[in-house]
């Protein structure tokens, strides 16, 4: 039998607290560690349950500790919440991270493998490179709304106002200087993003689940390999719970017998339900368009509530086709189309 029951792990860059338990529920251990201490630590103790909470960086040592025989469990923050105590500190953290790891229906995260979070990281810095393209071009269009030059709304206007500001005479020569820069910059940022294309288009094509998720309407390459890569479906019960995970299913408010539904939770993948609801938007964009056609669930959809709501509700259904395509290996099956919306 081992010393410790249990050791739960508050990480931080430099310093981490563990609170250790024995086999009878009683604290053990309370110690802080320094980054270098950490591994030896673990290194000389037998197989122990370890848990910490899923972060990044939780990652990397999930893969460390498991490589010296030690079972580590990544508990979602949300879910260690509850569990902390009054007054928020390291060690009350590190205790509630232990506690929490011991309930009977935890639900924990799967851990990452190398190649996993480099992948996500192509994704992760692309996303992040067309975020910051956005901001400048929201930055051109405001500064040259303020020499009253504008556009029409679209990222591909963007060249045409920084034309219409070049040939403003009225606008200073600082002005100008600036507004170059800024298109320097954009012209930058989408050579830098075409780059990531092509090289998520090649990971796309090596990856067999991506190819086969991108069959399905409102799914994409970057949807797809988003899907393949964050998405482990053993460890959902049910295409349900992934559409949860994903905060695509409403929050409930219910008391009393009397069972409230609201709007959807939002919790969960923000990336993901980003992207799974583009996709559907753009699916009804595309069906609602003179010769476009859709399923007859859709149809019905929408002639009963907004396209907001539908694509939401789309991007639930999807979810769930995801789970069940990676679930069984099978292919989509594209459903029977019925005819276009009334206008």
């Known amino acids: 039998m081992t010393q410790y029951k ?12 563990l609170h250790g338990i024995d086999h009878a529920d009683q604290p053990v251990l309370r110690r802080n560690l320094r980054r270098a201490q950490l591994l030896a630590f673990f290194g000389k103790l037998p197989p122990t349950e370890i848990a910490m909470e899923a972060c990044g960086a939780a990652y990397h040592w999930a893969r460390e500790l498991t490589a010296l025989g030690h079972e580590v469990r990544l508990i979602p923050p949300q879910y260690v919440k509850p569990y902390v105590k009054r007054g928020k500190n390291d060690r009350n953290d590190a205790e509630a991270i232990c506690e929490a790891g011991g309930r009977p229906g935890m639900h924990f995260v799967p851990m990452k493998s190398v190649d996993q979070q480099a992948q996500g990281m192509v994704l992760k810095v692309r996303q992040s490179l067309v975020d910051q393209r956005t901001q400048l071009c929201n930055t051109v269009r405001g500064h040259a709304a ?26 200073p020569p600082e002005a100008r200087d600036m507004f170059v820069v800024l298109g320097q910059q954009i012209e930058d940022l989408d050579a830098r993003v075409k780059q990531l294309d092509v090289k998520l288009a090649v990971a796309h094509k090596a990856n067999p689940v991506s190819q086969r998720l991108a069959t399905i309407p409102g799914v994409g390459p970057v949807t797809a390999m988003t899907l393949a890569i964050e998405i482990d479906p053993e460890a ?8 949860a995970w994903a905060g695509l299913t409403p929050k409930e408010h219910s008391t009393g017998g009397k069972q409230r539904m609201g709007g959807i939770s939002r919790a969960g993948n923000e990336r993901l339900r980003v992207l799974l609801v583009s996709g559907a938007t753009s ?26 709501l539908a694509a939401v509700a789309l991007a639930n259904k999807t979810a769930r086709i995801v789970w069940a395509m990676m679930t069984s290996g099978e292919s989509y099956r594209r459903p029977a189309l019925a005819g276009t919306v009334p206008a």
């Open 283 to 308: 699916v009804i964009k595309a069906a609602m368009r003179p010769g476009g056609r859709m399923s007859e669930w859709l149809r019905a959809l929408l002639l009963r509530k907004p396209r907001k």
């Open 6 to 17: 249990r050791i739960g792990v508050d990480t931080s860059k430099s310093v981490f607290t």
């Open 146 to 171: 303020e020499f009253g030059v504008v556009a029409g709304k679209g990222r591909g206007q963007v060249a045409e106002l920084l034309a219409a500001v070049e040939r403003e005479t009225a606008i």
């Open 236 to 243: 959902f019960c049910s295409g349900r719970h992934l559409a």
